[in-house]
């Protein structure tokens, strides 16, 4: 008779399963709560503790870990001094375990959890069961998760034994499963411990999509989430509408999202290639719509929009008159919802935008041969911290103008200008590799629409004095950079020759 070990935290669909193992002539060997749920259901079960020949003890933290247990799993069948002594000691040979551990992850997930109780939710046992039964794959039969029991059940029951293709894949399985098990645990007890930078680092994501293609239709890609997802996250959306996000959607919603979460007015972003090609604020979510069109009514075309409003009719009614891949808000009306959705290819998104301000993950961008880490870009900066540099100082309503400015250049590529005024985005120039580049682009798409209102911010230095002196030719009132480089006085006196108010902060904002 074949012998499986079963013991489950997650008992979904435990008992047809192991009544379809005790059908197939498996004994069964099990341990408290999941005895008990085989025993009330009918399903004869041996004791572990009949098995091993020892109580459990310290509150259950020890009960598994024993050589009848770990003997009868990790004794290879084609080893006749490994049988042997099996039979010698008397250890029955254990044919499949069926193991899925501690709740963790759910533990840690609780908002008021407490170490102790995270503490008491890492399994010891557990995982020393699967790894050793996924050790001895060739033999054993390992279970984690609750997807597998119909496959199982079924080779058993057409076969009398899984086939080892099926062992062997499982073995695999079992040995990620442990892997992002103990990840969690790393990670947690290293949060706890306040280290920012551990000697290994160890991250853990589960699968969410096999995607069409990557950037390009050549490239495969996937859609991993972090095991502990975030609310505020465009994976962590409700998609409402349309056909599965591309893996440039994703980069391009992502994006889209972090630049959205800078602004408390109504606003609308547009975002394509991952950088803002038009932003609008206003009293109404129809008129931040609007403006941030107005900003590049051409690049918009196709673009991404977020808004951190509901979406009502009046805004659905303009974005539905042109192409767009994605819009992502807190919600949307009915109305506007049924409008939108007459588009077959539209996508539309909804994200929890009470979530906003939660902590953010770090972010982690691959390089060749490894990995970089880094915090988010989530300063929360003042306009009345800045320091004026020139003799003209900015007005009220030009340090407002400055602050939308300066949220939005965070969002292009460096080298990044954006020039504004307390509404819009009049002209963004990103990307570029030397910054007069892209104030030159800026300003031509700000066109005619520089006035006395004007405003321009740098995410980083100004190396010369000729950014300044270009944006003074331009009709550009105010200026918002970090300061800092050795030629700043360049730069300040060109200002003042322009009648400038310029502004340092201190703080840069590459985006790379």
Same mark, same amino acid.
């Given at each position: 008779?074949?012998?499986?070990?079963?013991?489950?935290?997650?008992?979904?669909?435990?008992? &047809?399963?192991?009544?379809?193992?005790?059908?197939?002539?498996?004994?069964?060997?099990?341990?408290?709560?999941?005895?008990?749920?085989?025993?009330?259901?009918?399903?004869?079960?041996?004791?572990?503790?009949?098995?091993?020949?020892?109580?459990?003890?310290?509150?259950?933290?020890?009960?598994?870990?024993?050589?009848?247990?770990?003997?009868?799993?990790?004794?290879?069948?084609?080893?006749?001094?490994?049988?042997?002594?099996?039979?010698?000691?008397?250890?029955?040979?254990?044919?499949?375990?069926?193991?899925?551990?501690? &709740?963790?992850?759910?533990?840690?997930?609780?908002?008021?959890?407490?170490?102790?109780?995270?503490?008491?939710?890492?399994?010891?046992?557990?995982?020393?069961?699967?790894?050793?039964?996924?050790?001895?794959?060739?033999?054993?039969?390992?279970?984690?998760?609750?997807?597998?029991?119909?496959?199982?059940?079924?080779?058993?029951?057409?076969?009398?034994?899984?086939?080892?293709?099926?062992?062997?894949?499982?073995?695999?399985?079992?040995?990620?499963?442990?892997?992002?098990?103990?990840?969690?645990? !790393?990670?947690?007890?290293?949060?706890?411990?306040?280290?920012?930078?551990?000697?290994?680092?160890?991250?853990?994501?589960?699968?969410?999509?096999?995607?069409?293609?990557?950037?390009? !239709?050549?490239?495969? *890609?996937?859609?991993?989430?972090?095991?502990?997802?975030?609310?505020?996250?465009?994976?962590? *959306?409700?998609?409402?509408?349309?056909?599965?996000? !591309?893996?440039?959607?994703?980069?391009?919603?992502?994006?889209?999202?972090?630049?959205?979460?800078?602004?408390?007015?109504?606003?609308?972003?547009?975002?394509?290639?991952?950088?803002?090609?038009?932003?609008?604020?206003?009293?109404?979510?129809?008129?931040?719509?609007?403006?941030?069109?107005?900003?590049?009514?051409?690049?918009? %075309?196709?673009?991404?929009?977020?808004?951190?409003?509901?979406?009502?009719? *009046?805004?659905?009614?303009?974005?539905?008159?042109?192409?767009?891949?994605?819009?992502?808000?807190?919600? %949307?009306?009915?109305?506007?919802?049924?409008?939108?959705?007459?588009?077959?290819?539209?996508?539309?998104?909804?994200?929890? %935008?009470?979530?906003?301000?939660?902590?953010?993950?770090?972010?982690?961008?691959?390089?060749?041969?490894?990995?970089?880490?880094?915090?988010?870009?989530?300063?929360?900066?003042?306009?009345?911290?800045?320091?004026?540099?020139?003799?003209?100082? &900015?007005?009220?309503?030009?340090?407002?103008?400055?602050?939308?400015?300066?949220?939005?250049?965070?969002?292009?590529?460096?080298?990044?200008?954006?020039?504004?005024?307390?509404?819009?985005?009049?002209?963004?120039?990103?990307?570029?590799?030397?910054?007069?580049? !892209?104030?030159?682009?800026?300003?031509?798409?700000?066109?005619?629409?520089?006035?006395?209102?004007?405003?321009?911010?740098?995410?980083?230095?100004?190396?010369?004095?000729?950014?300044?002196?270009?944006?003074?030719?331009?009709?550009?009132?105010?200026?918002?950079?970090?300061?800092?480089?050795?030629?700043?006085?360049?730069?300040?006196?060109?200002?003042?020759?322009?009648?400038?108010?310029?502004?340092?902060?201190?703080?840069?904002?590459?985006?790379?």
């Amino acid at each position: 008779m074949k012998r499986a070990l079963v013991s489950v935290s997650d008992k979904t669909n435990l008992v &047809p399963f192991v009544q379809g193992l005790e059908k197939a002539g498996f004994e069964i060997v099990s341990t408290g709560g999941t005895k008990q749920v085989l025993d009330d259901a009918g399903v004869k079960t041996i004791s572990i503790e009949d098995v091993t020949h020892f109580p459990e003890i310290l509150d259950g933290r020890v009960k598994t870990l024993n050589p009848y247990v770990h003997g009868g799993l990790l004794a290879r069948r084609e080893v006749p001094e490994h049988m042997e002594t099996l039979k010698k000691l008397s250890i029955t040979p254990i044919d499949l375990v069926c193991v899925n551990l501690y &709740p963790f992850k759910q533990t840690i997930e609780q908002p008021d959890v407490s170490l102790a109780d995270a503490i008491e939710n890492i399994d010891i046992g557990g995982p020393s069961m699967v790894r050793s039964a996924a050790k001895n794959y060739r033999d054993v039969t390992i279970l984690v998760d609750i997807n597998d029991y119909d496959q199982v059940l079924h080779e058993i029951q057409e076969n009398g034994n899984t086939t080892l293709e099926t062992r062997t894949k499982l073995g695999a399985k079992a040995f990620r499963t442990t892997a992002a098990y103990d990840a969690l645990i !790393s990670q947690y007890l290293t949060k706890q411990e306040g280290l920012a930078d551990p000697e290994k680092l160890t991250l853990t994501y589960d699968l969410k999509e096999t995607m069409r293609y990557g950037e390009n !239709s050549h490239q495969q *890609a996937w859609l991993y989430q972090d095991a502990m997802p975030k609310a505020y996250s465009i994976l962590s *959306a409700q998609q409402l509408h349309g056909k599965e996000l !591309s893996y440039n959607n994703i980069k391009d919603a992502d994006e889209a999202l972090r630049c959205i979460r800078e602004f408390d007015r109504p606003t609308v972003v547009a975002m394509k290639h991952m950088n803002p090609c038009g932003i609008g604020q206003g009293d109404t979510l129809e008129q931040a719509w609007d403006r941030a069109y107005e900003a590049d009514p051409v690049s918009i %075309f196709g673009g991404v929009i977020a808004l951190n409003r509901k979406v009502d009719l *009046a805004t659905a009614e303009k974005m539905h008159k042109i192409f767009l891949e994605i819009v992502v808000a807190p919600g %949307f009306d009915d109305d506007a919802y049924e409008l939108l959705a007459k588009k077959k290819n539209i996508r539309l998104l909804t994200v929890d %935008f009470t979530k906003k301000d939660e902590q953010p993950r770090r972010e982690v961008v691959s390089v060749m041969g490894g990995l970089l880490m880094q915090d988010q870009d989530t300063l929360d900066e003042d306009y009345h911290d800045w320091k004026c540099v020139t003799d003209v100082q &900015p007005t009220e309503e030009q340090l407002k103008a400055l602050m939308f400015a300066w949220k939005a250049v965070k969002h292009a590529k460096s080298n990044a200008i954006v020039v504004a005024n307390n509404d819009r985005t009049l002209g963004v120039g990103e990307g570029q590799p030397n910054r007069i580049d !892209s104030l030159k682009i800026a300003v031509h798409h700000a066109g005619d629409d520089i006035d006395e209102h004007t405003v321009m911010a740098s995410d980083a230095f100004f190396p010369f004095g000729d950014c300044v002196e270009f944006a003074g030719q331009h009709g550009i009132k105010a200026v918002v950079q970090p300061g800092g480089s050795i030629r700043d006085q360049e730069s300040i006196d060109m200002a003042n020759k322009y009648g400038i108010a310029m502004v340092t902060t201190g703080v840069r904002h590459f985006r790379h």
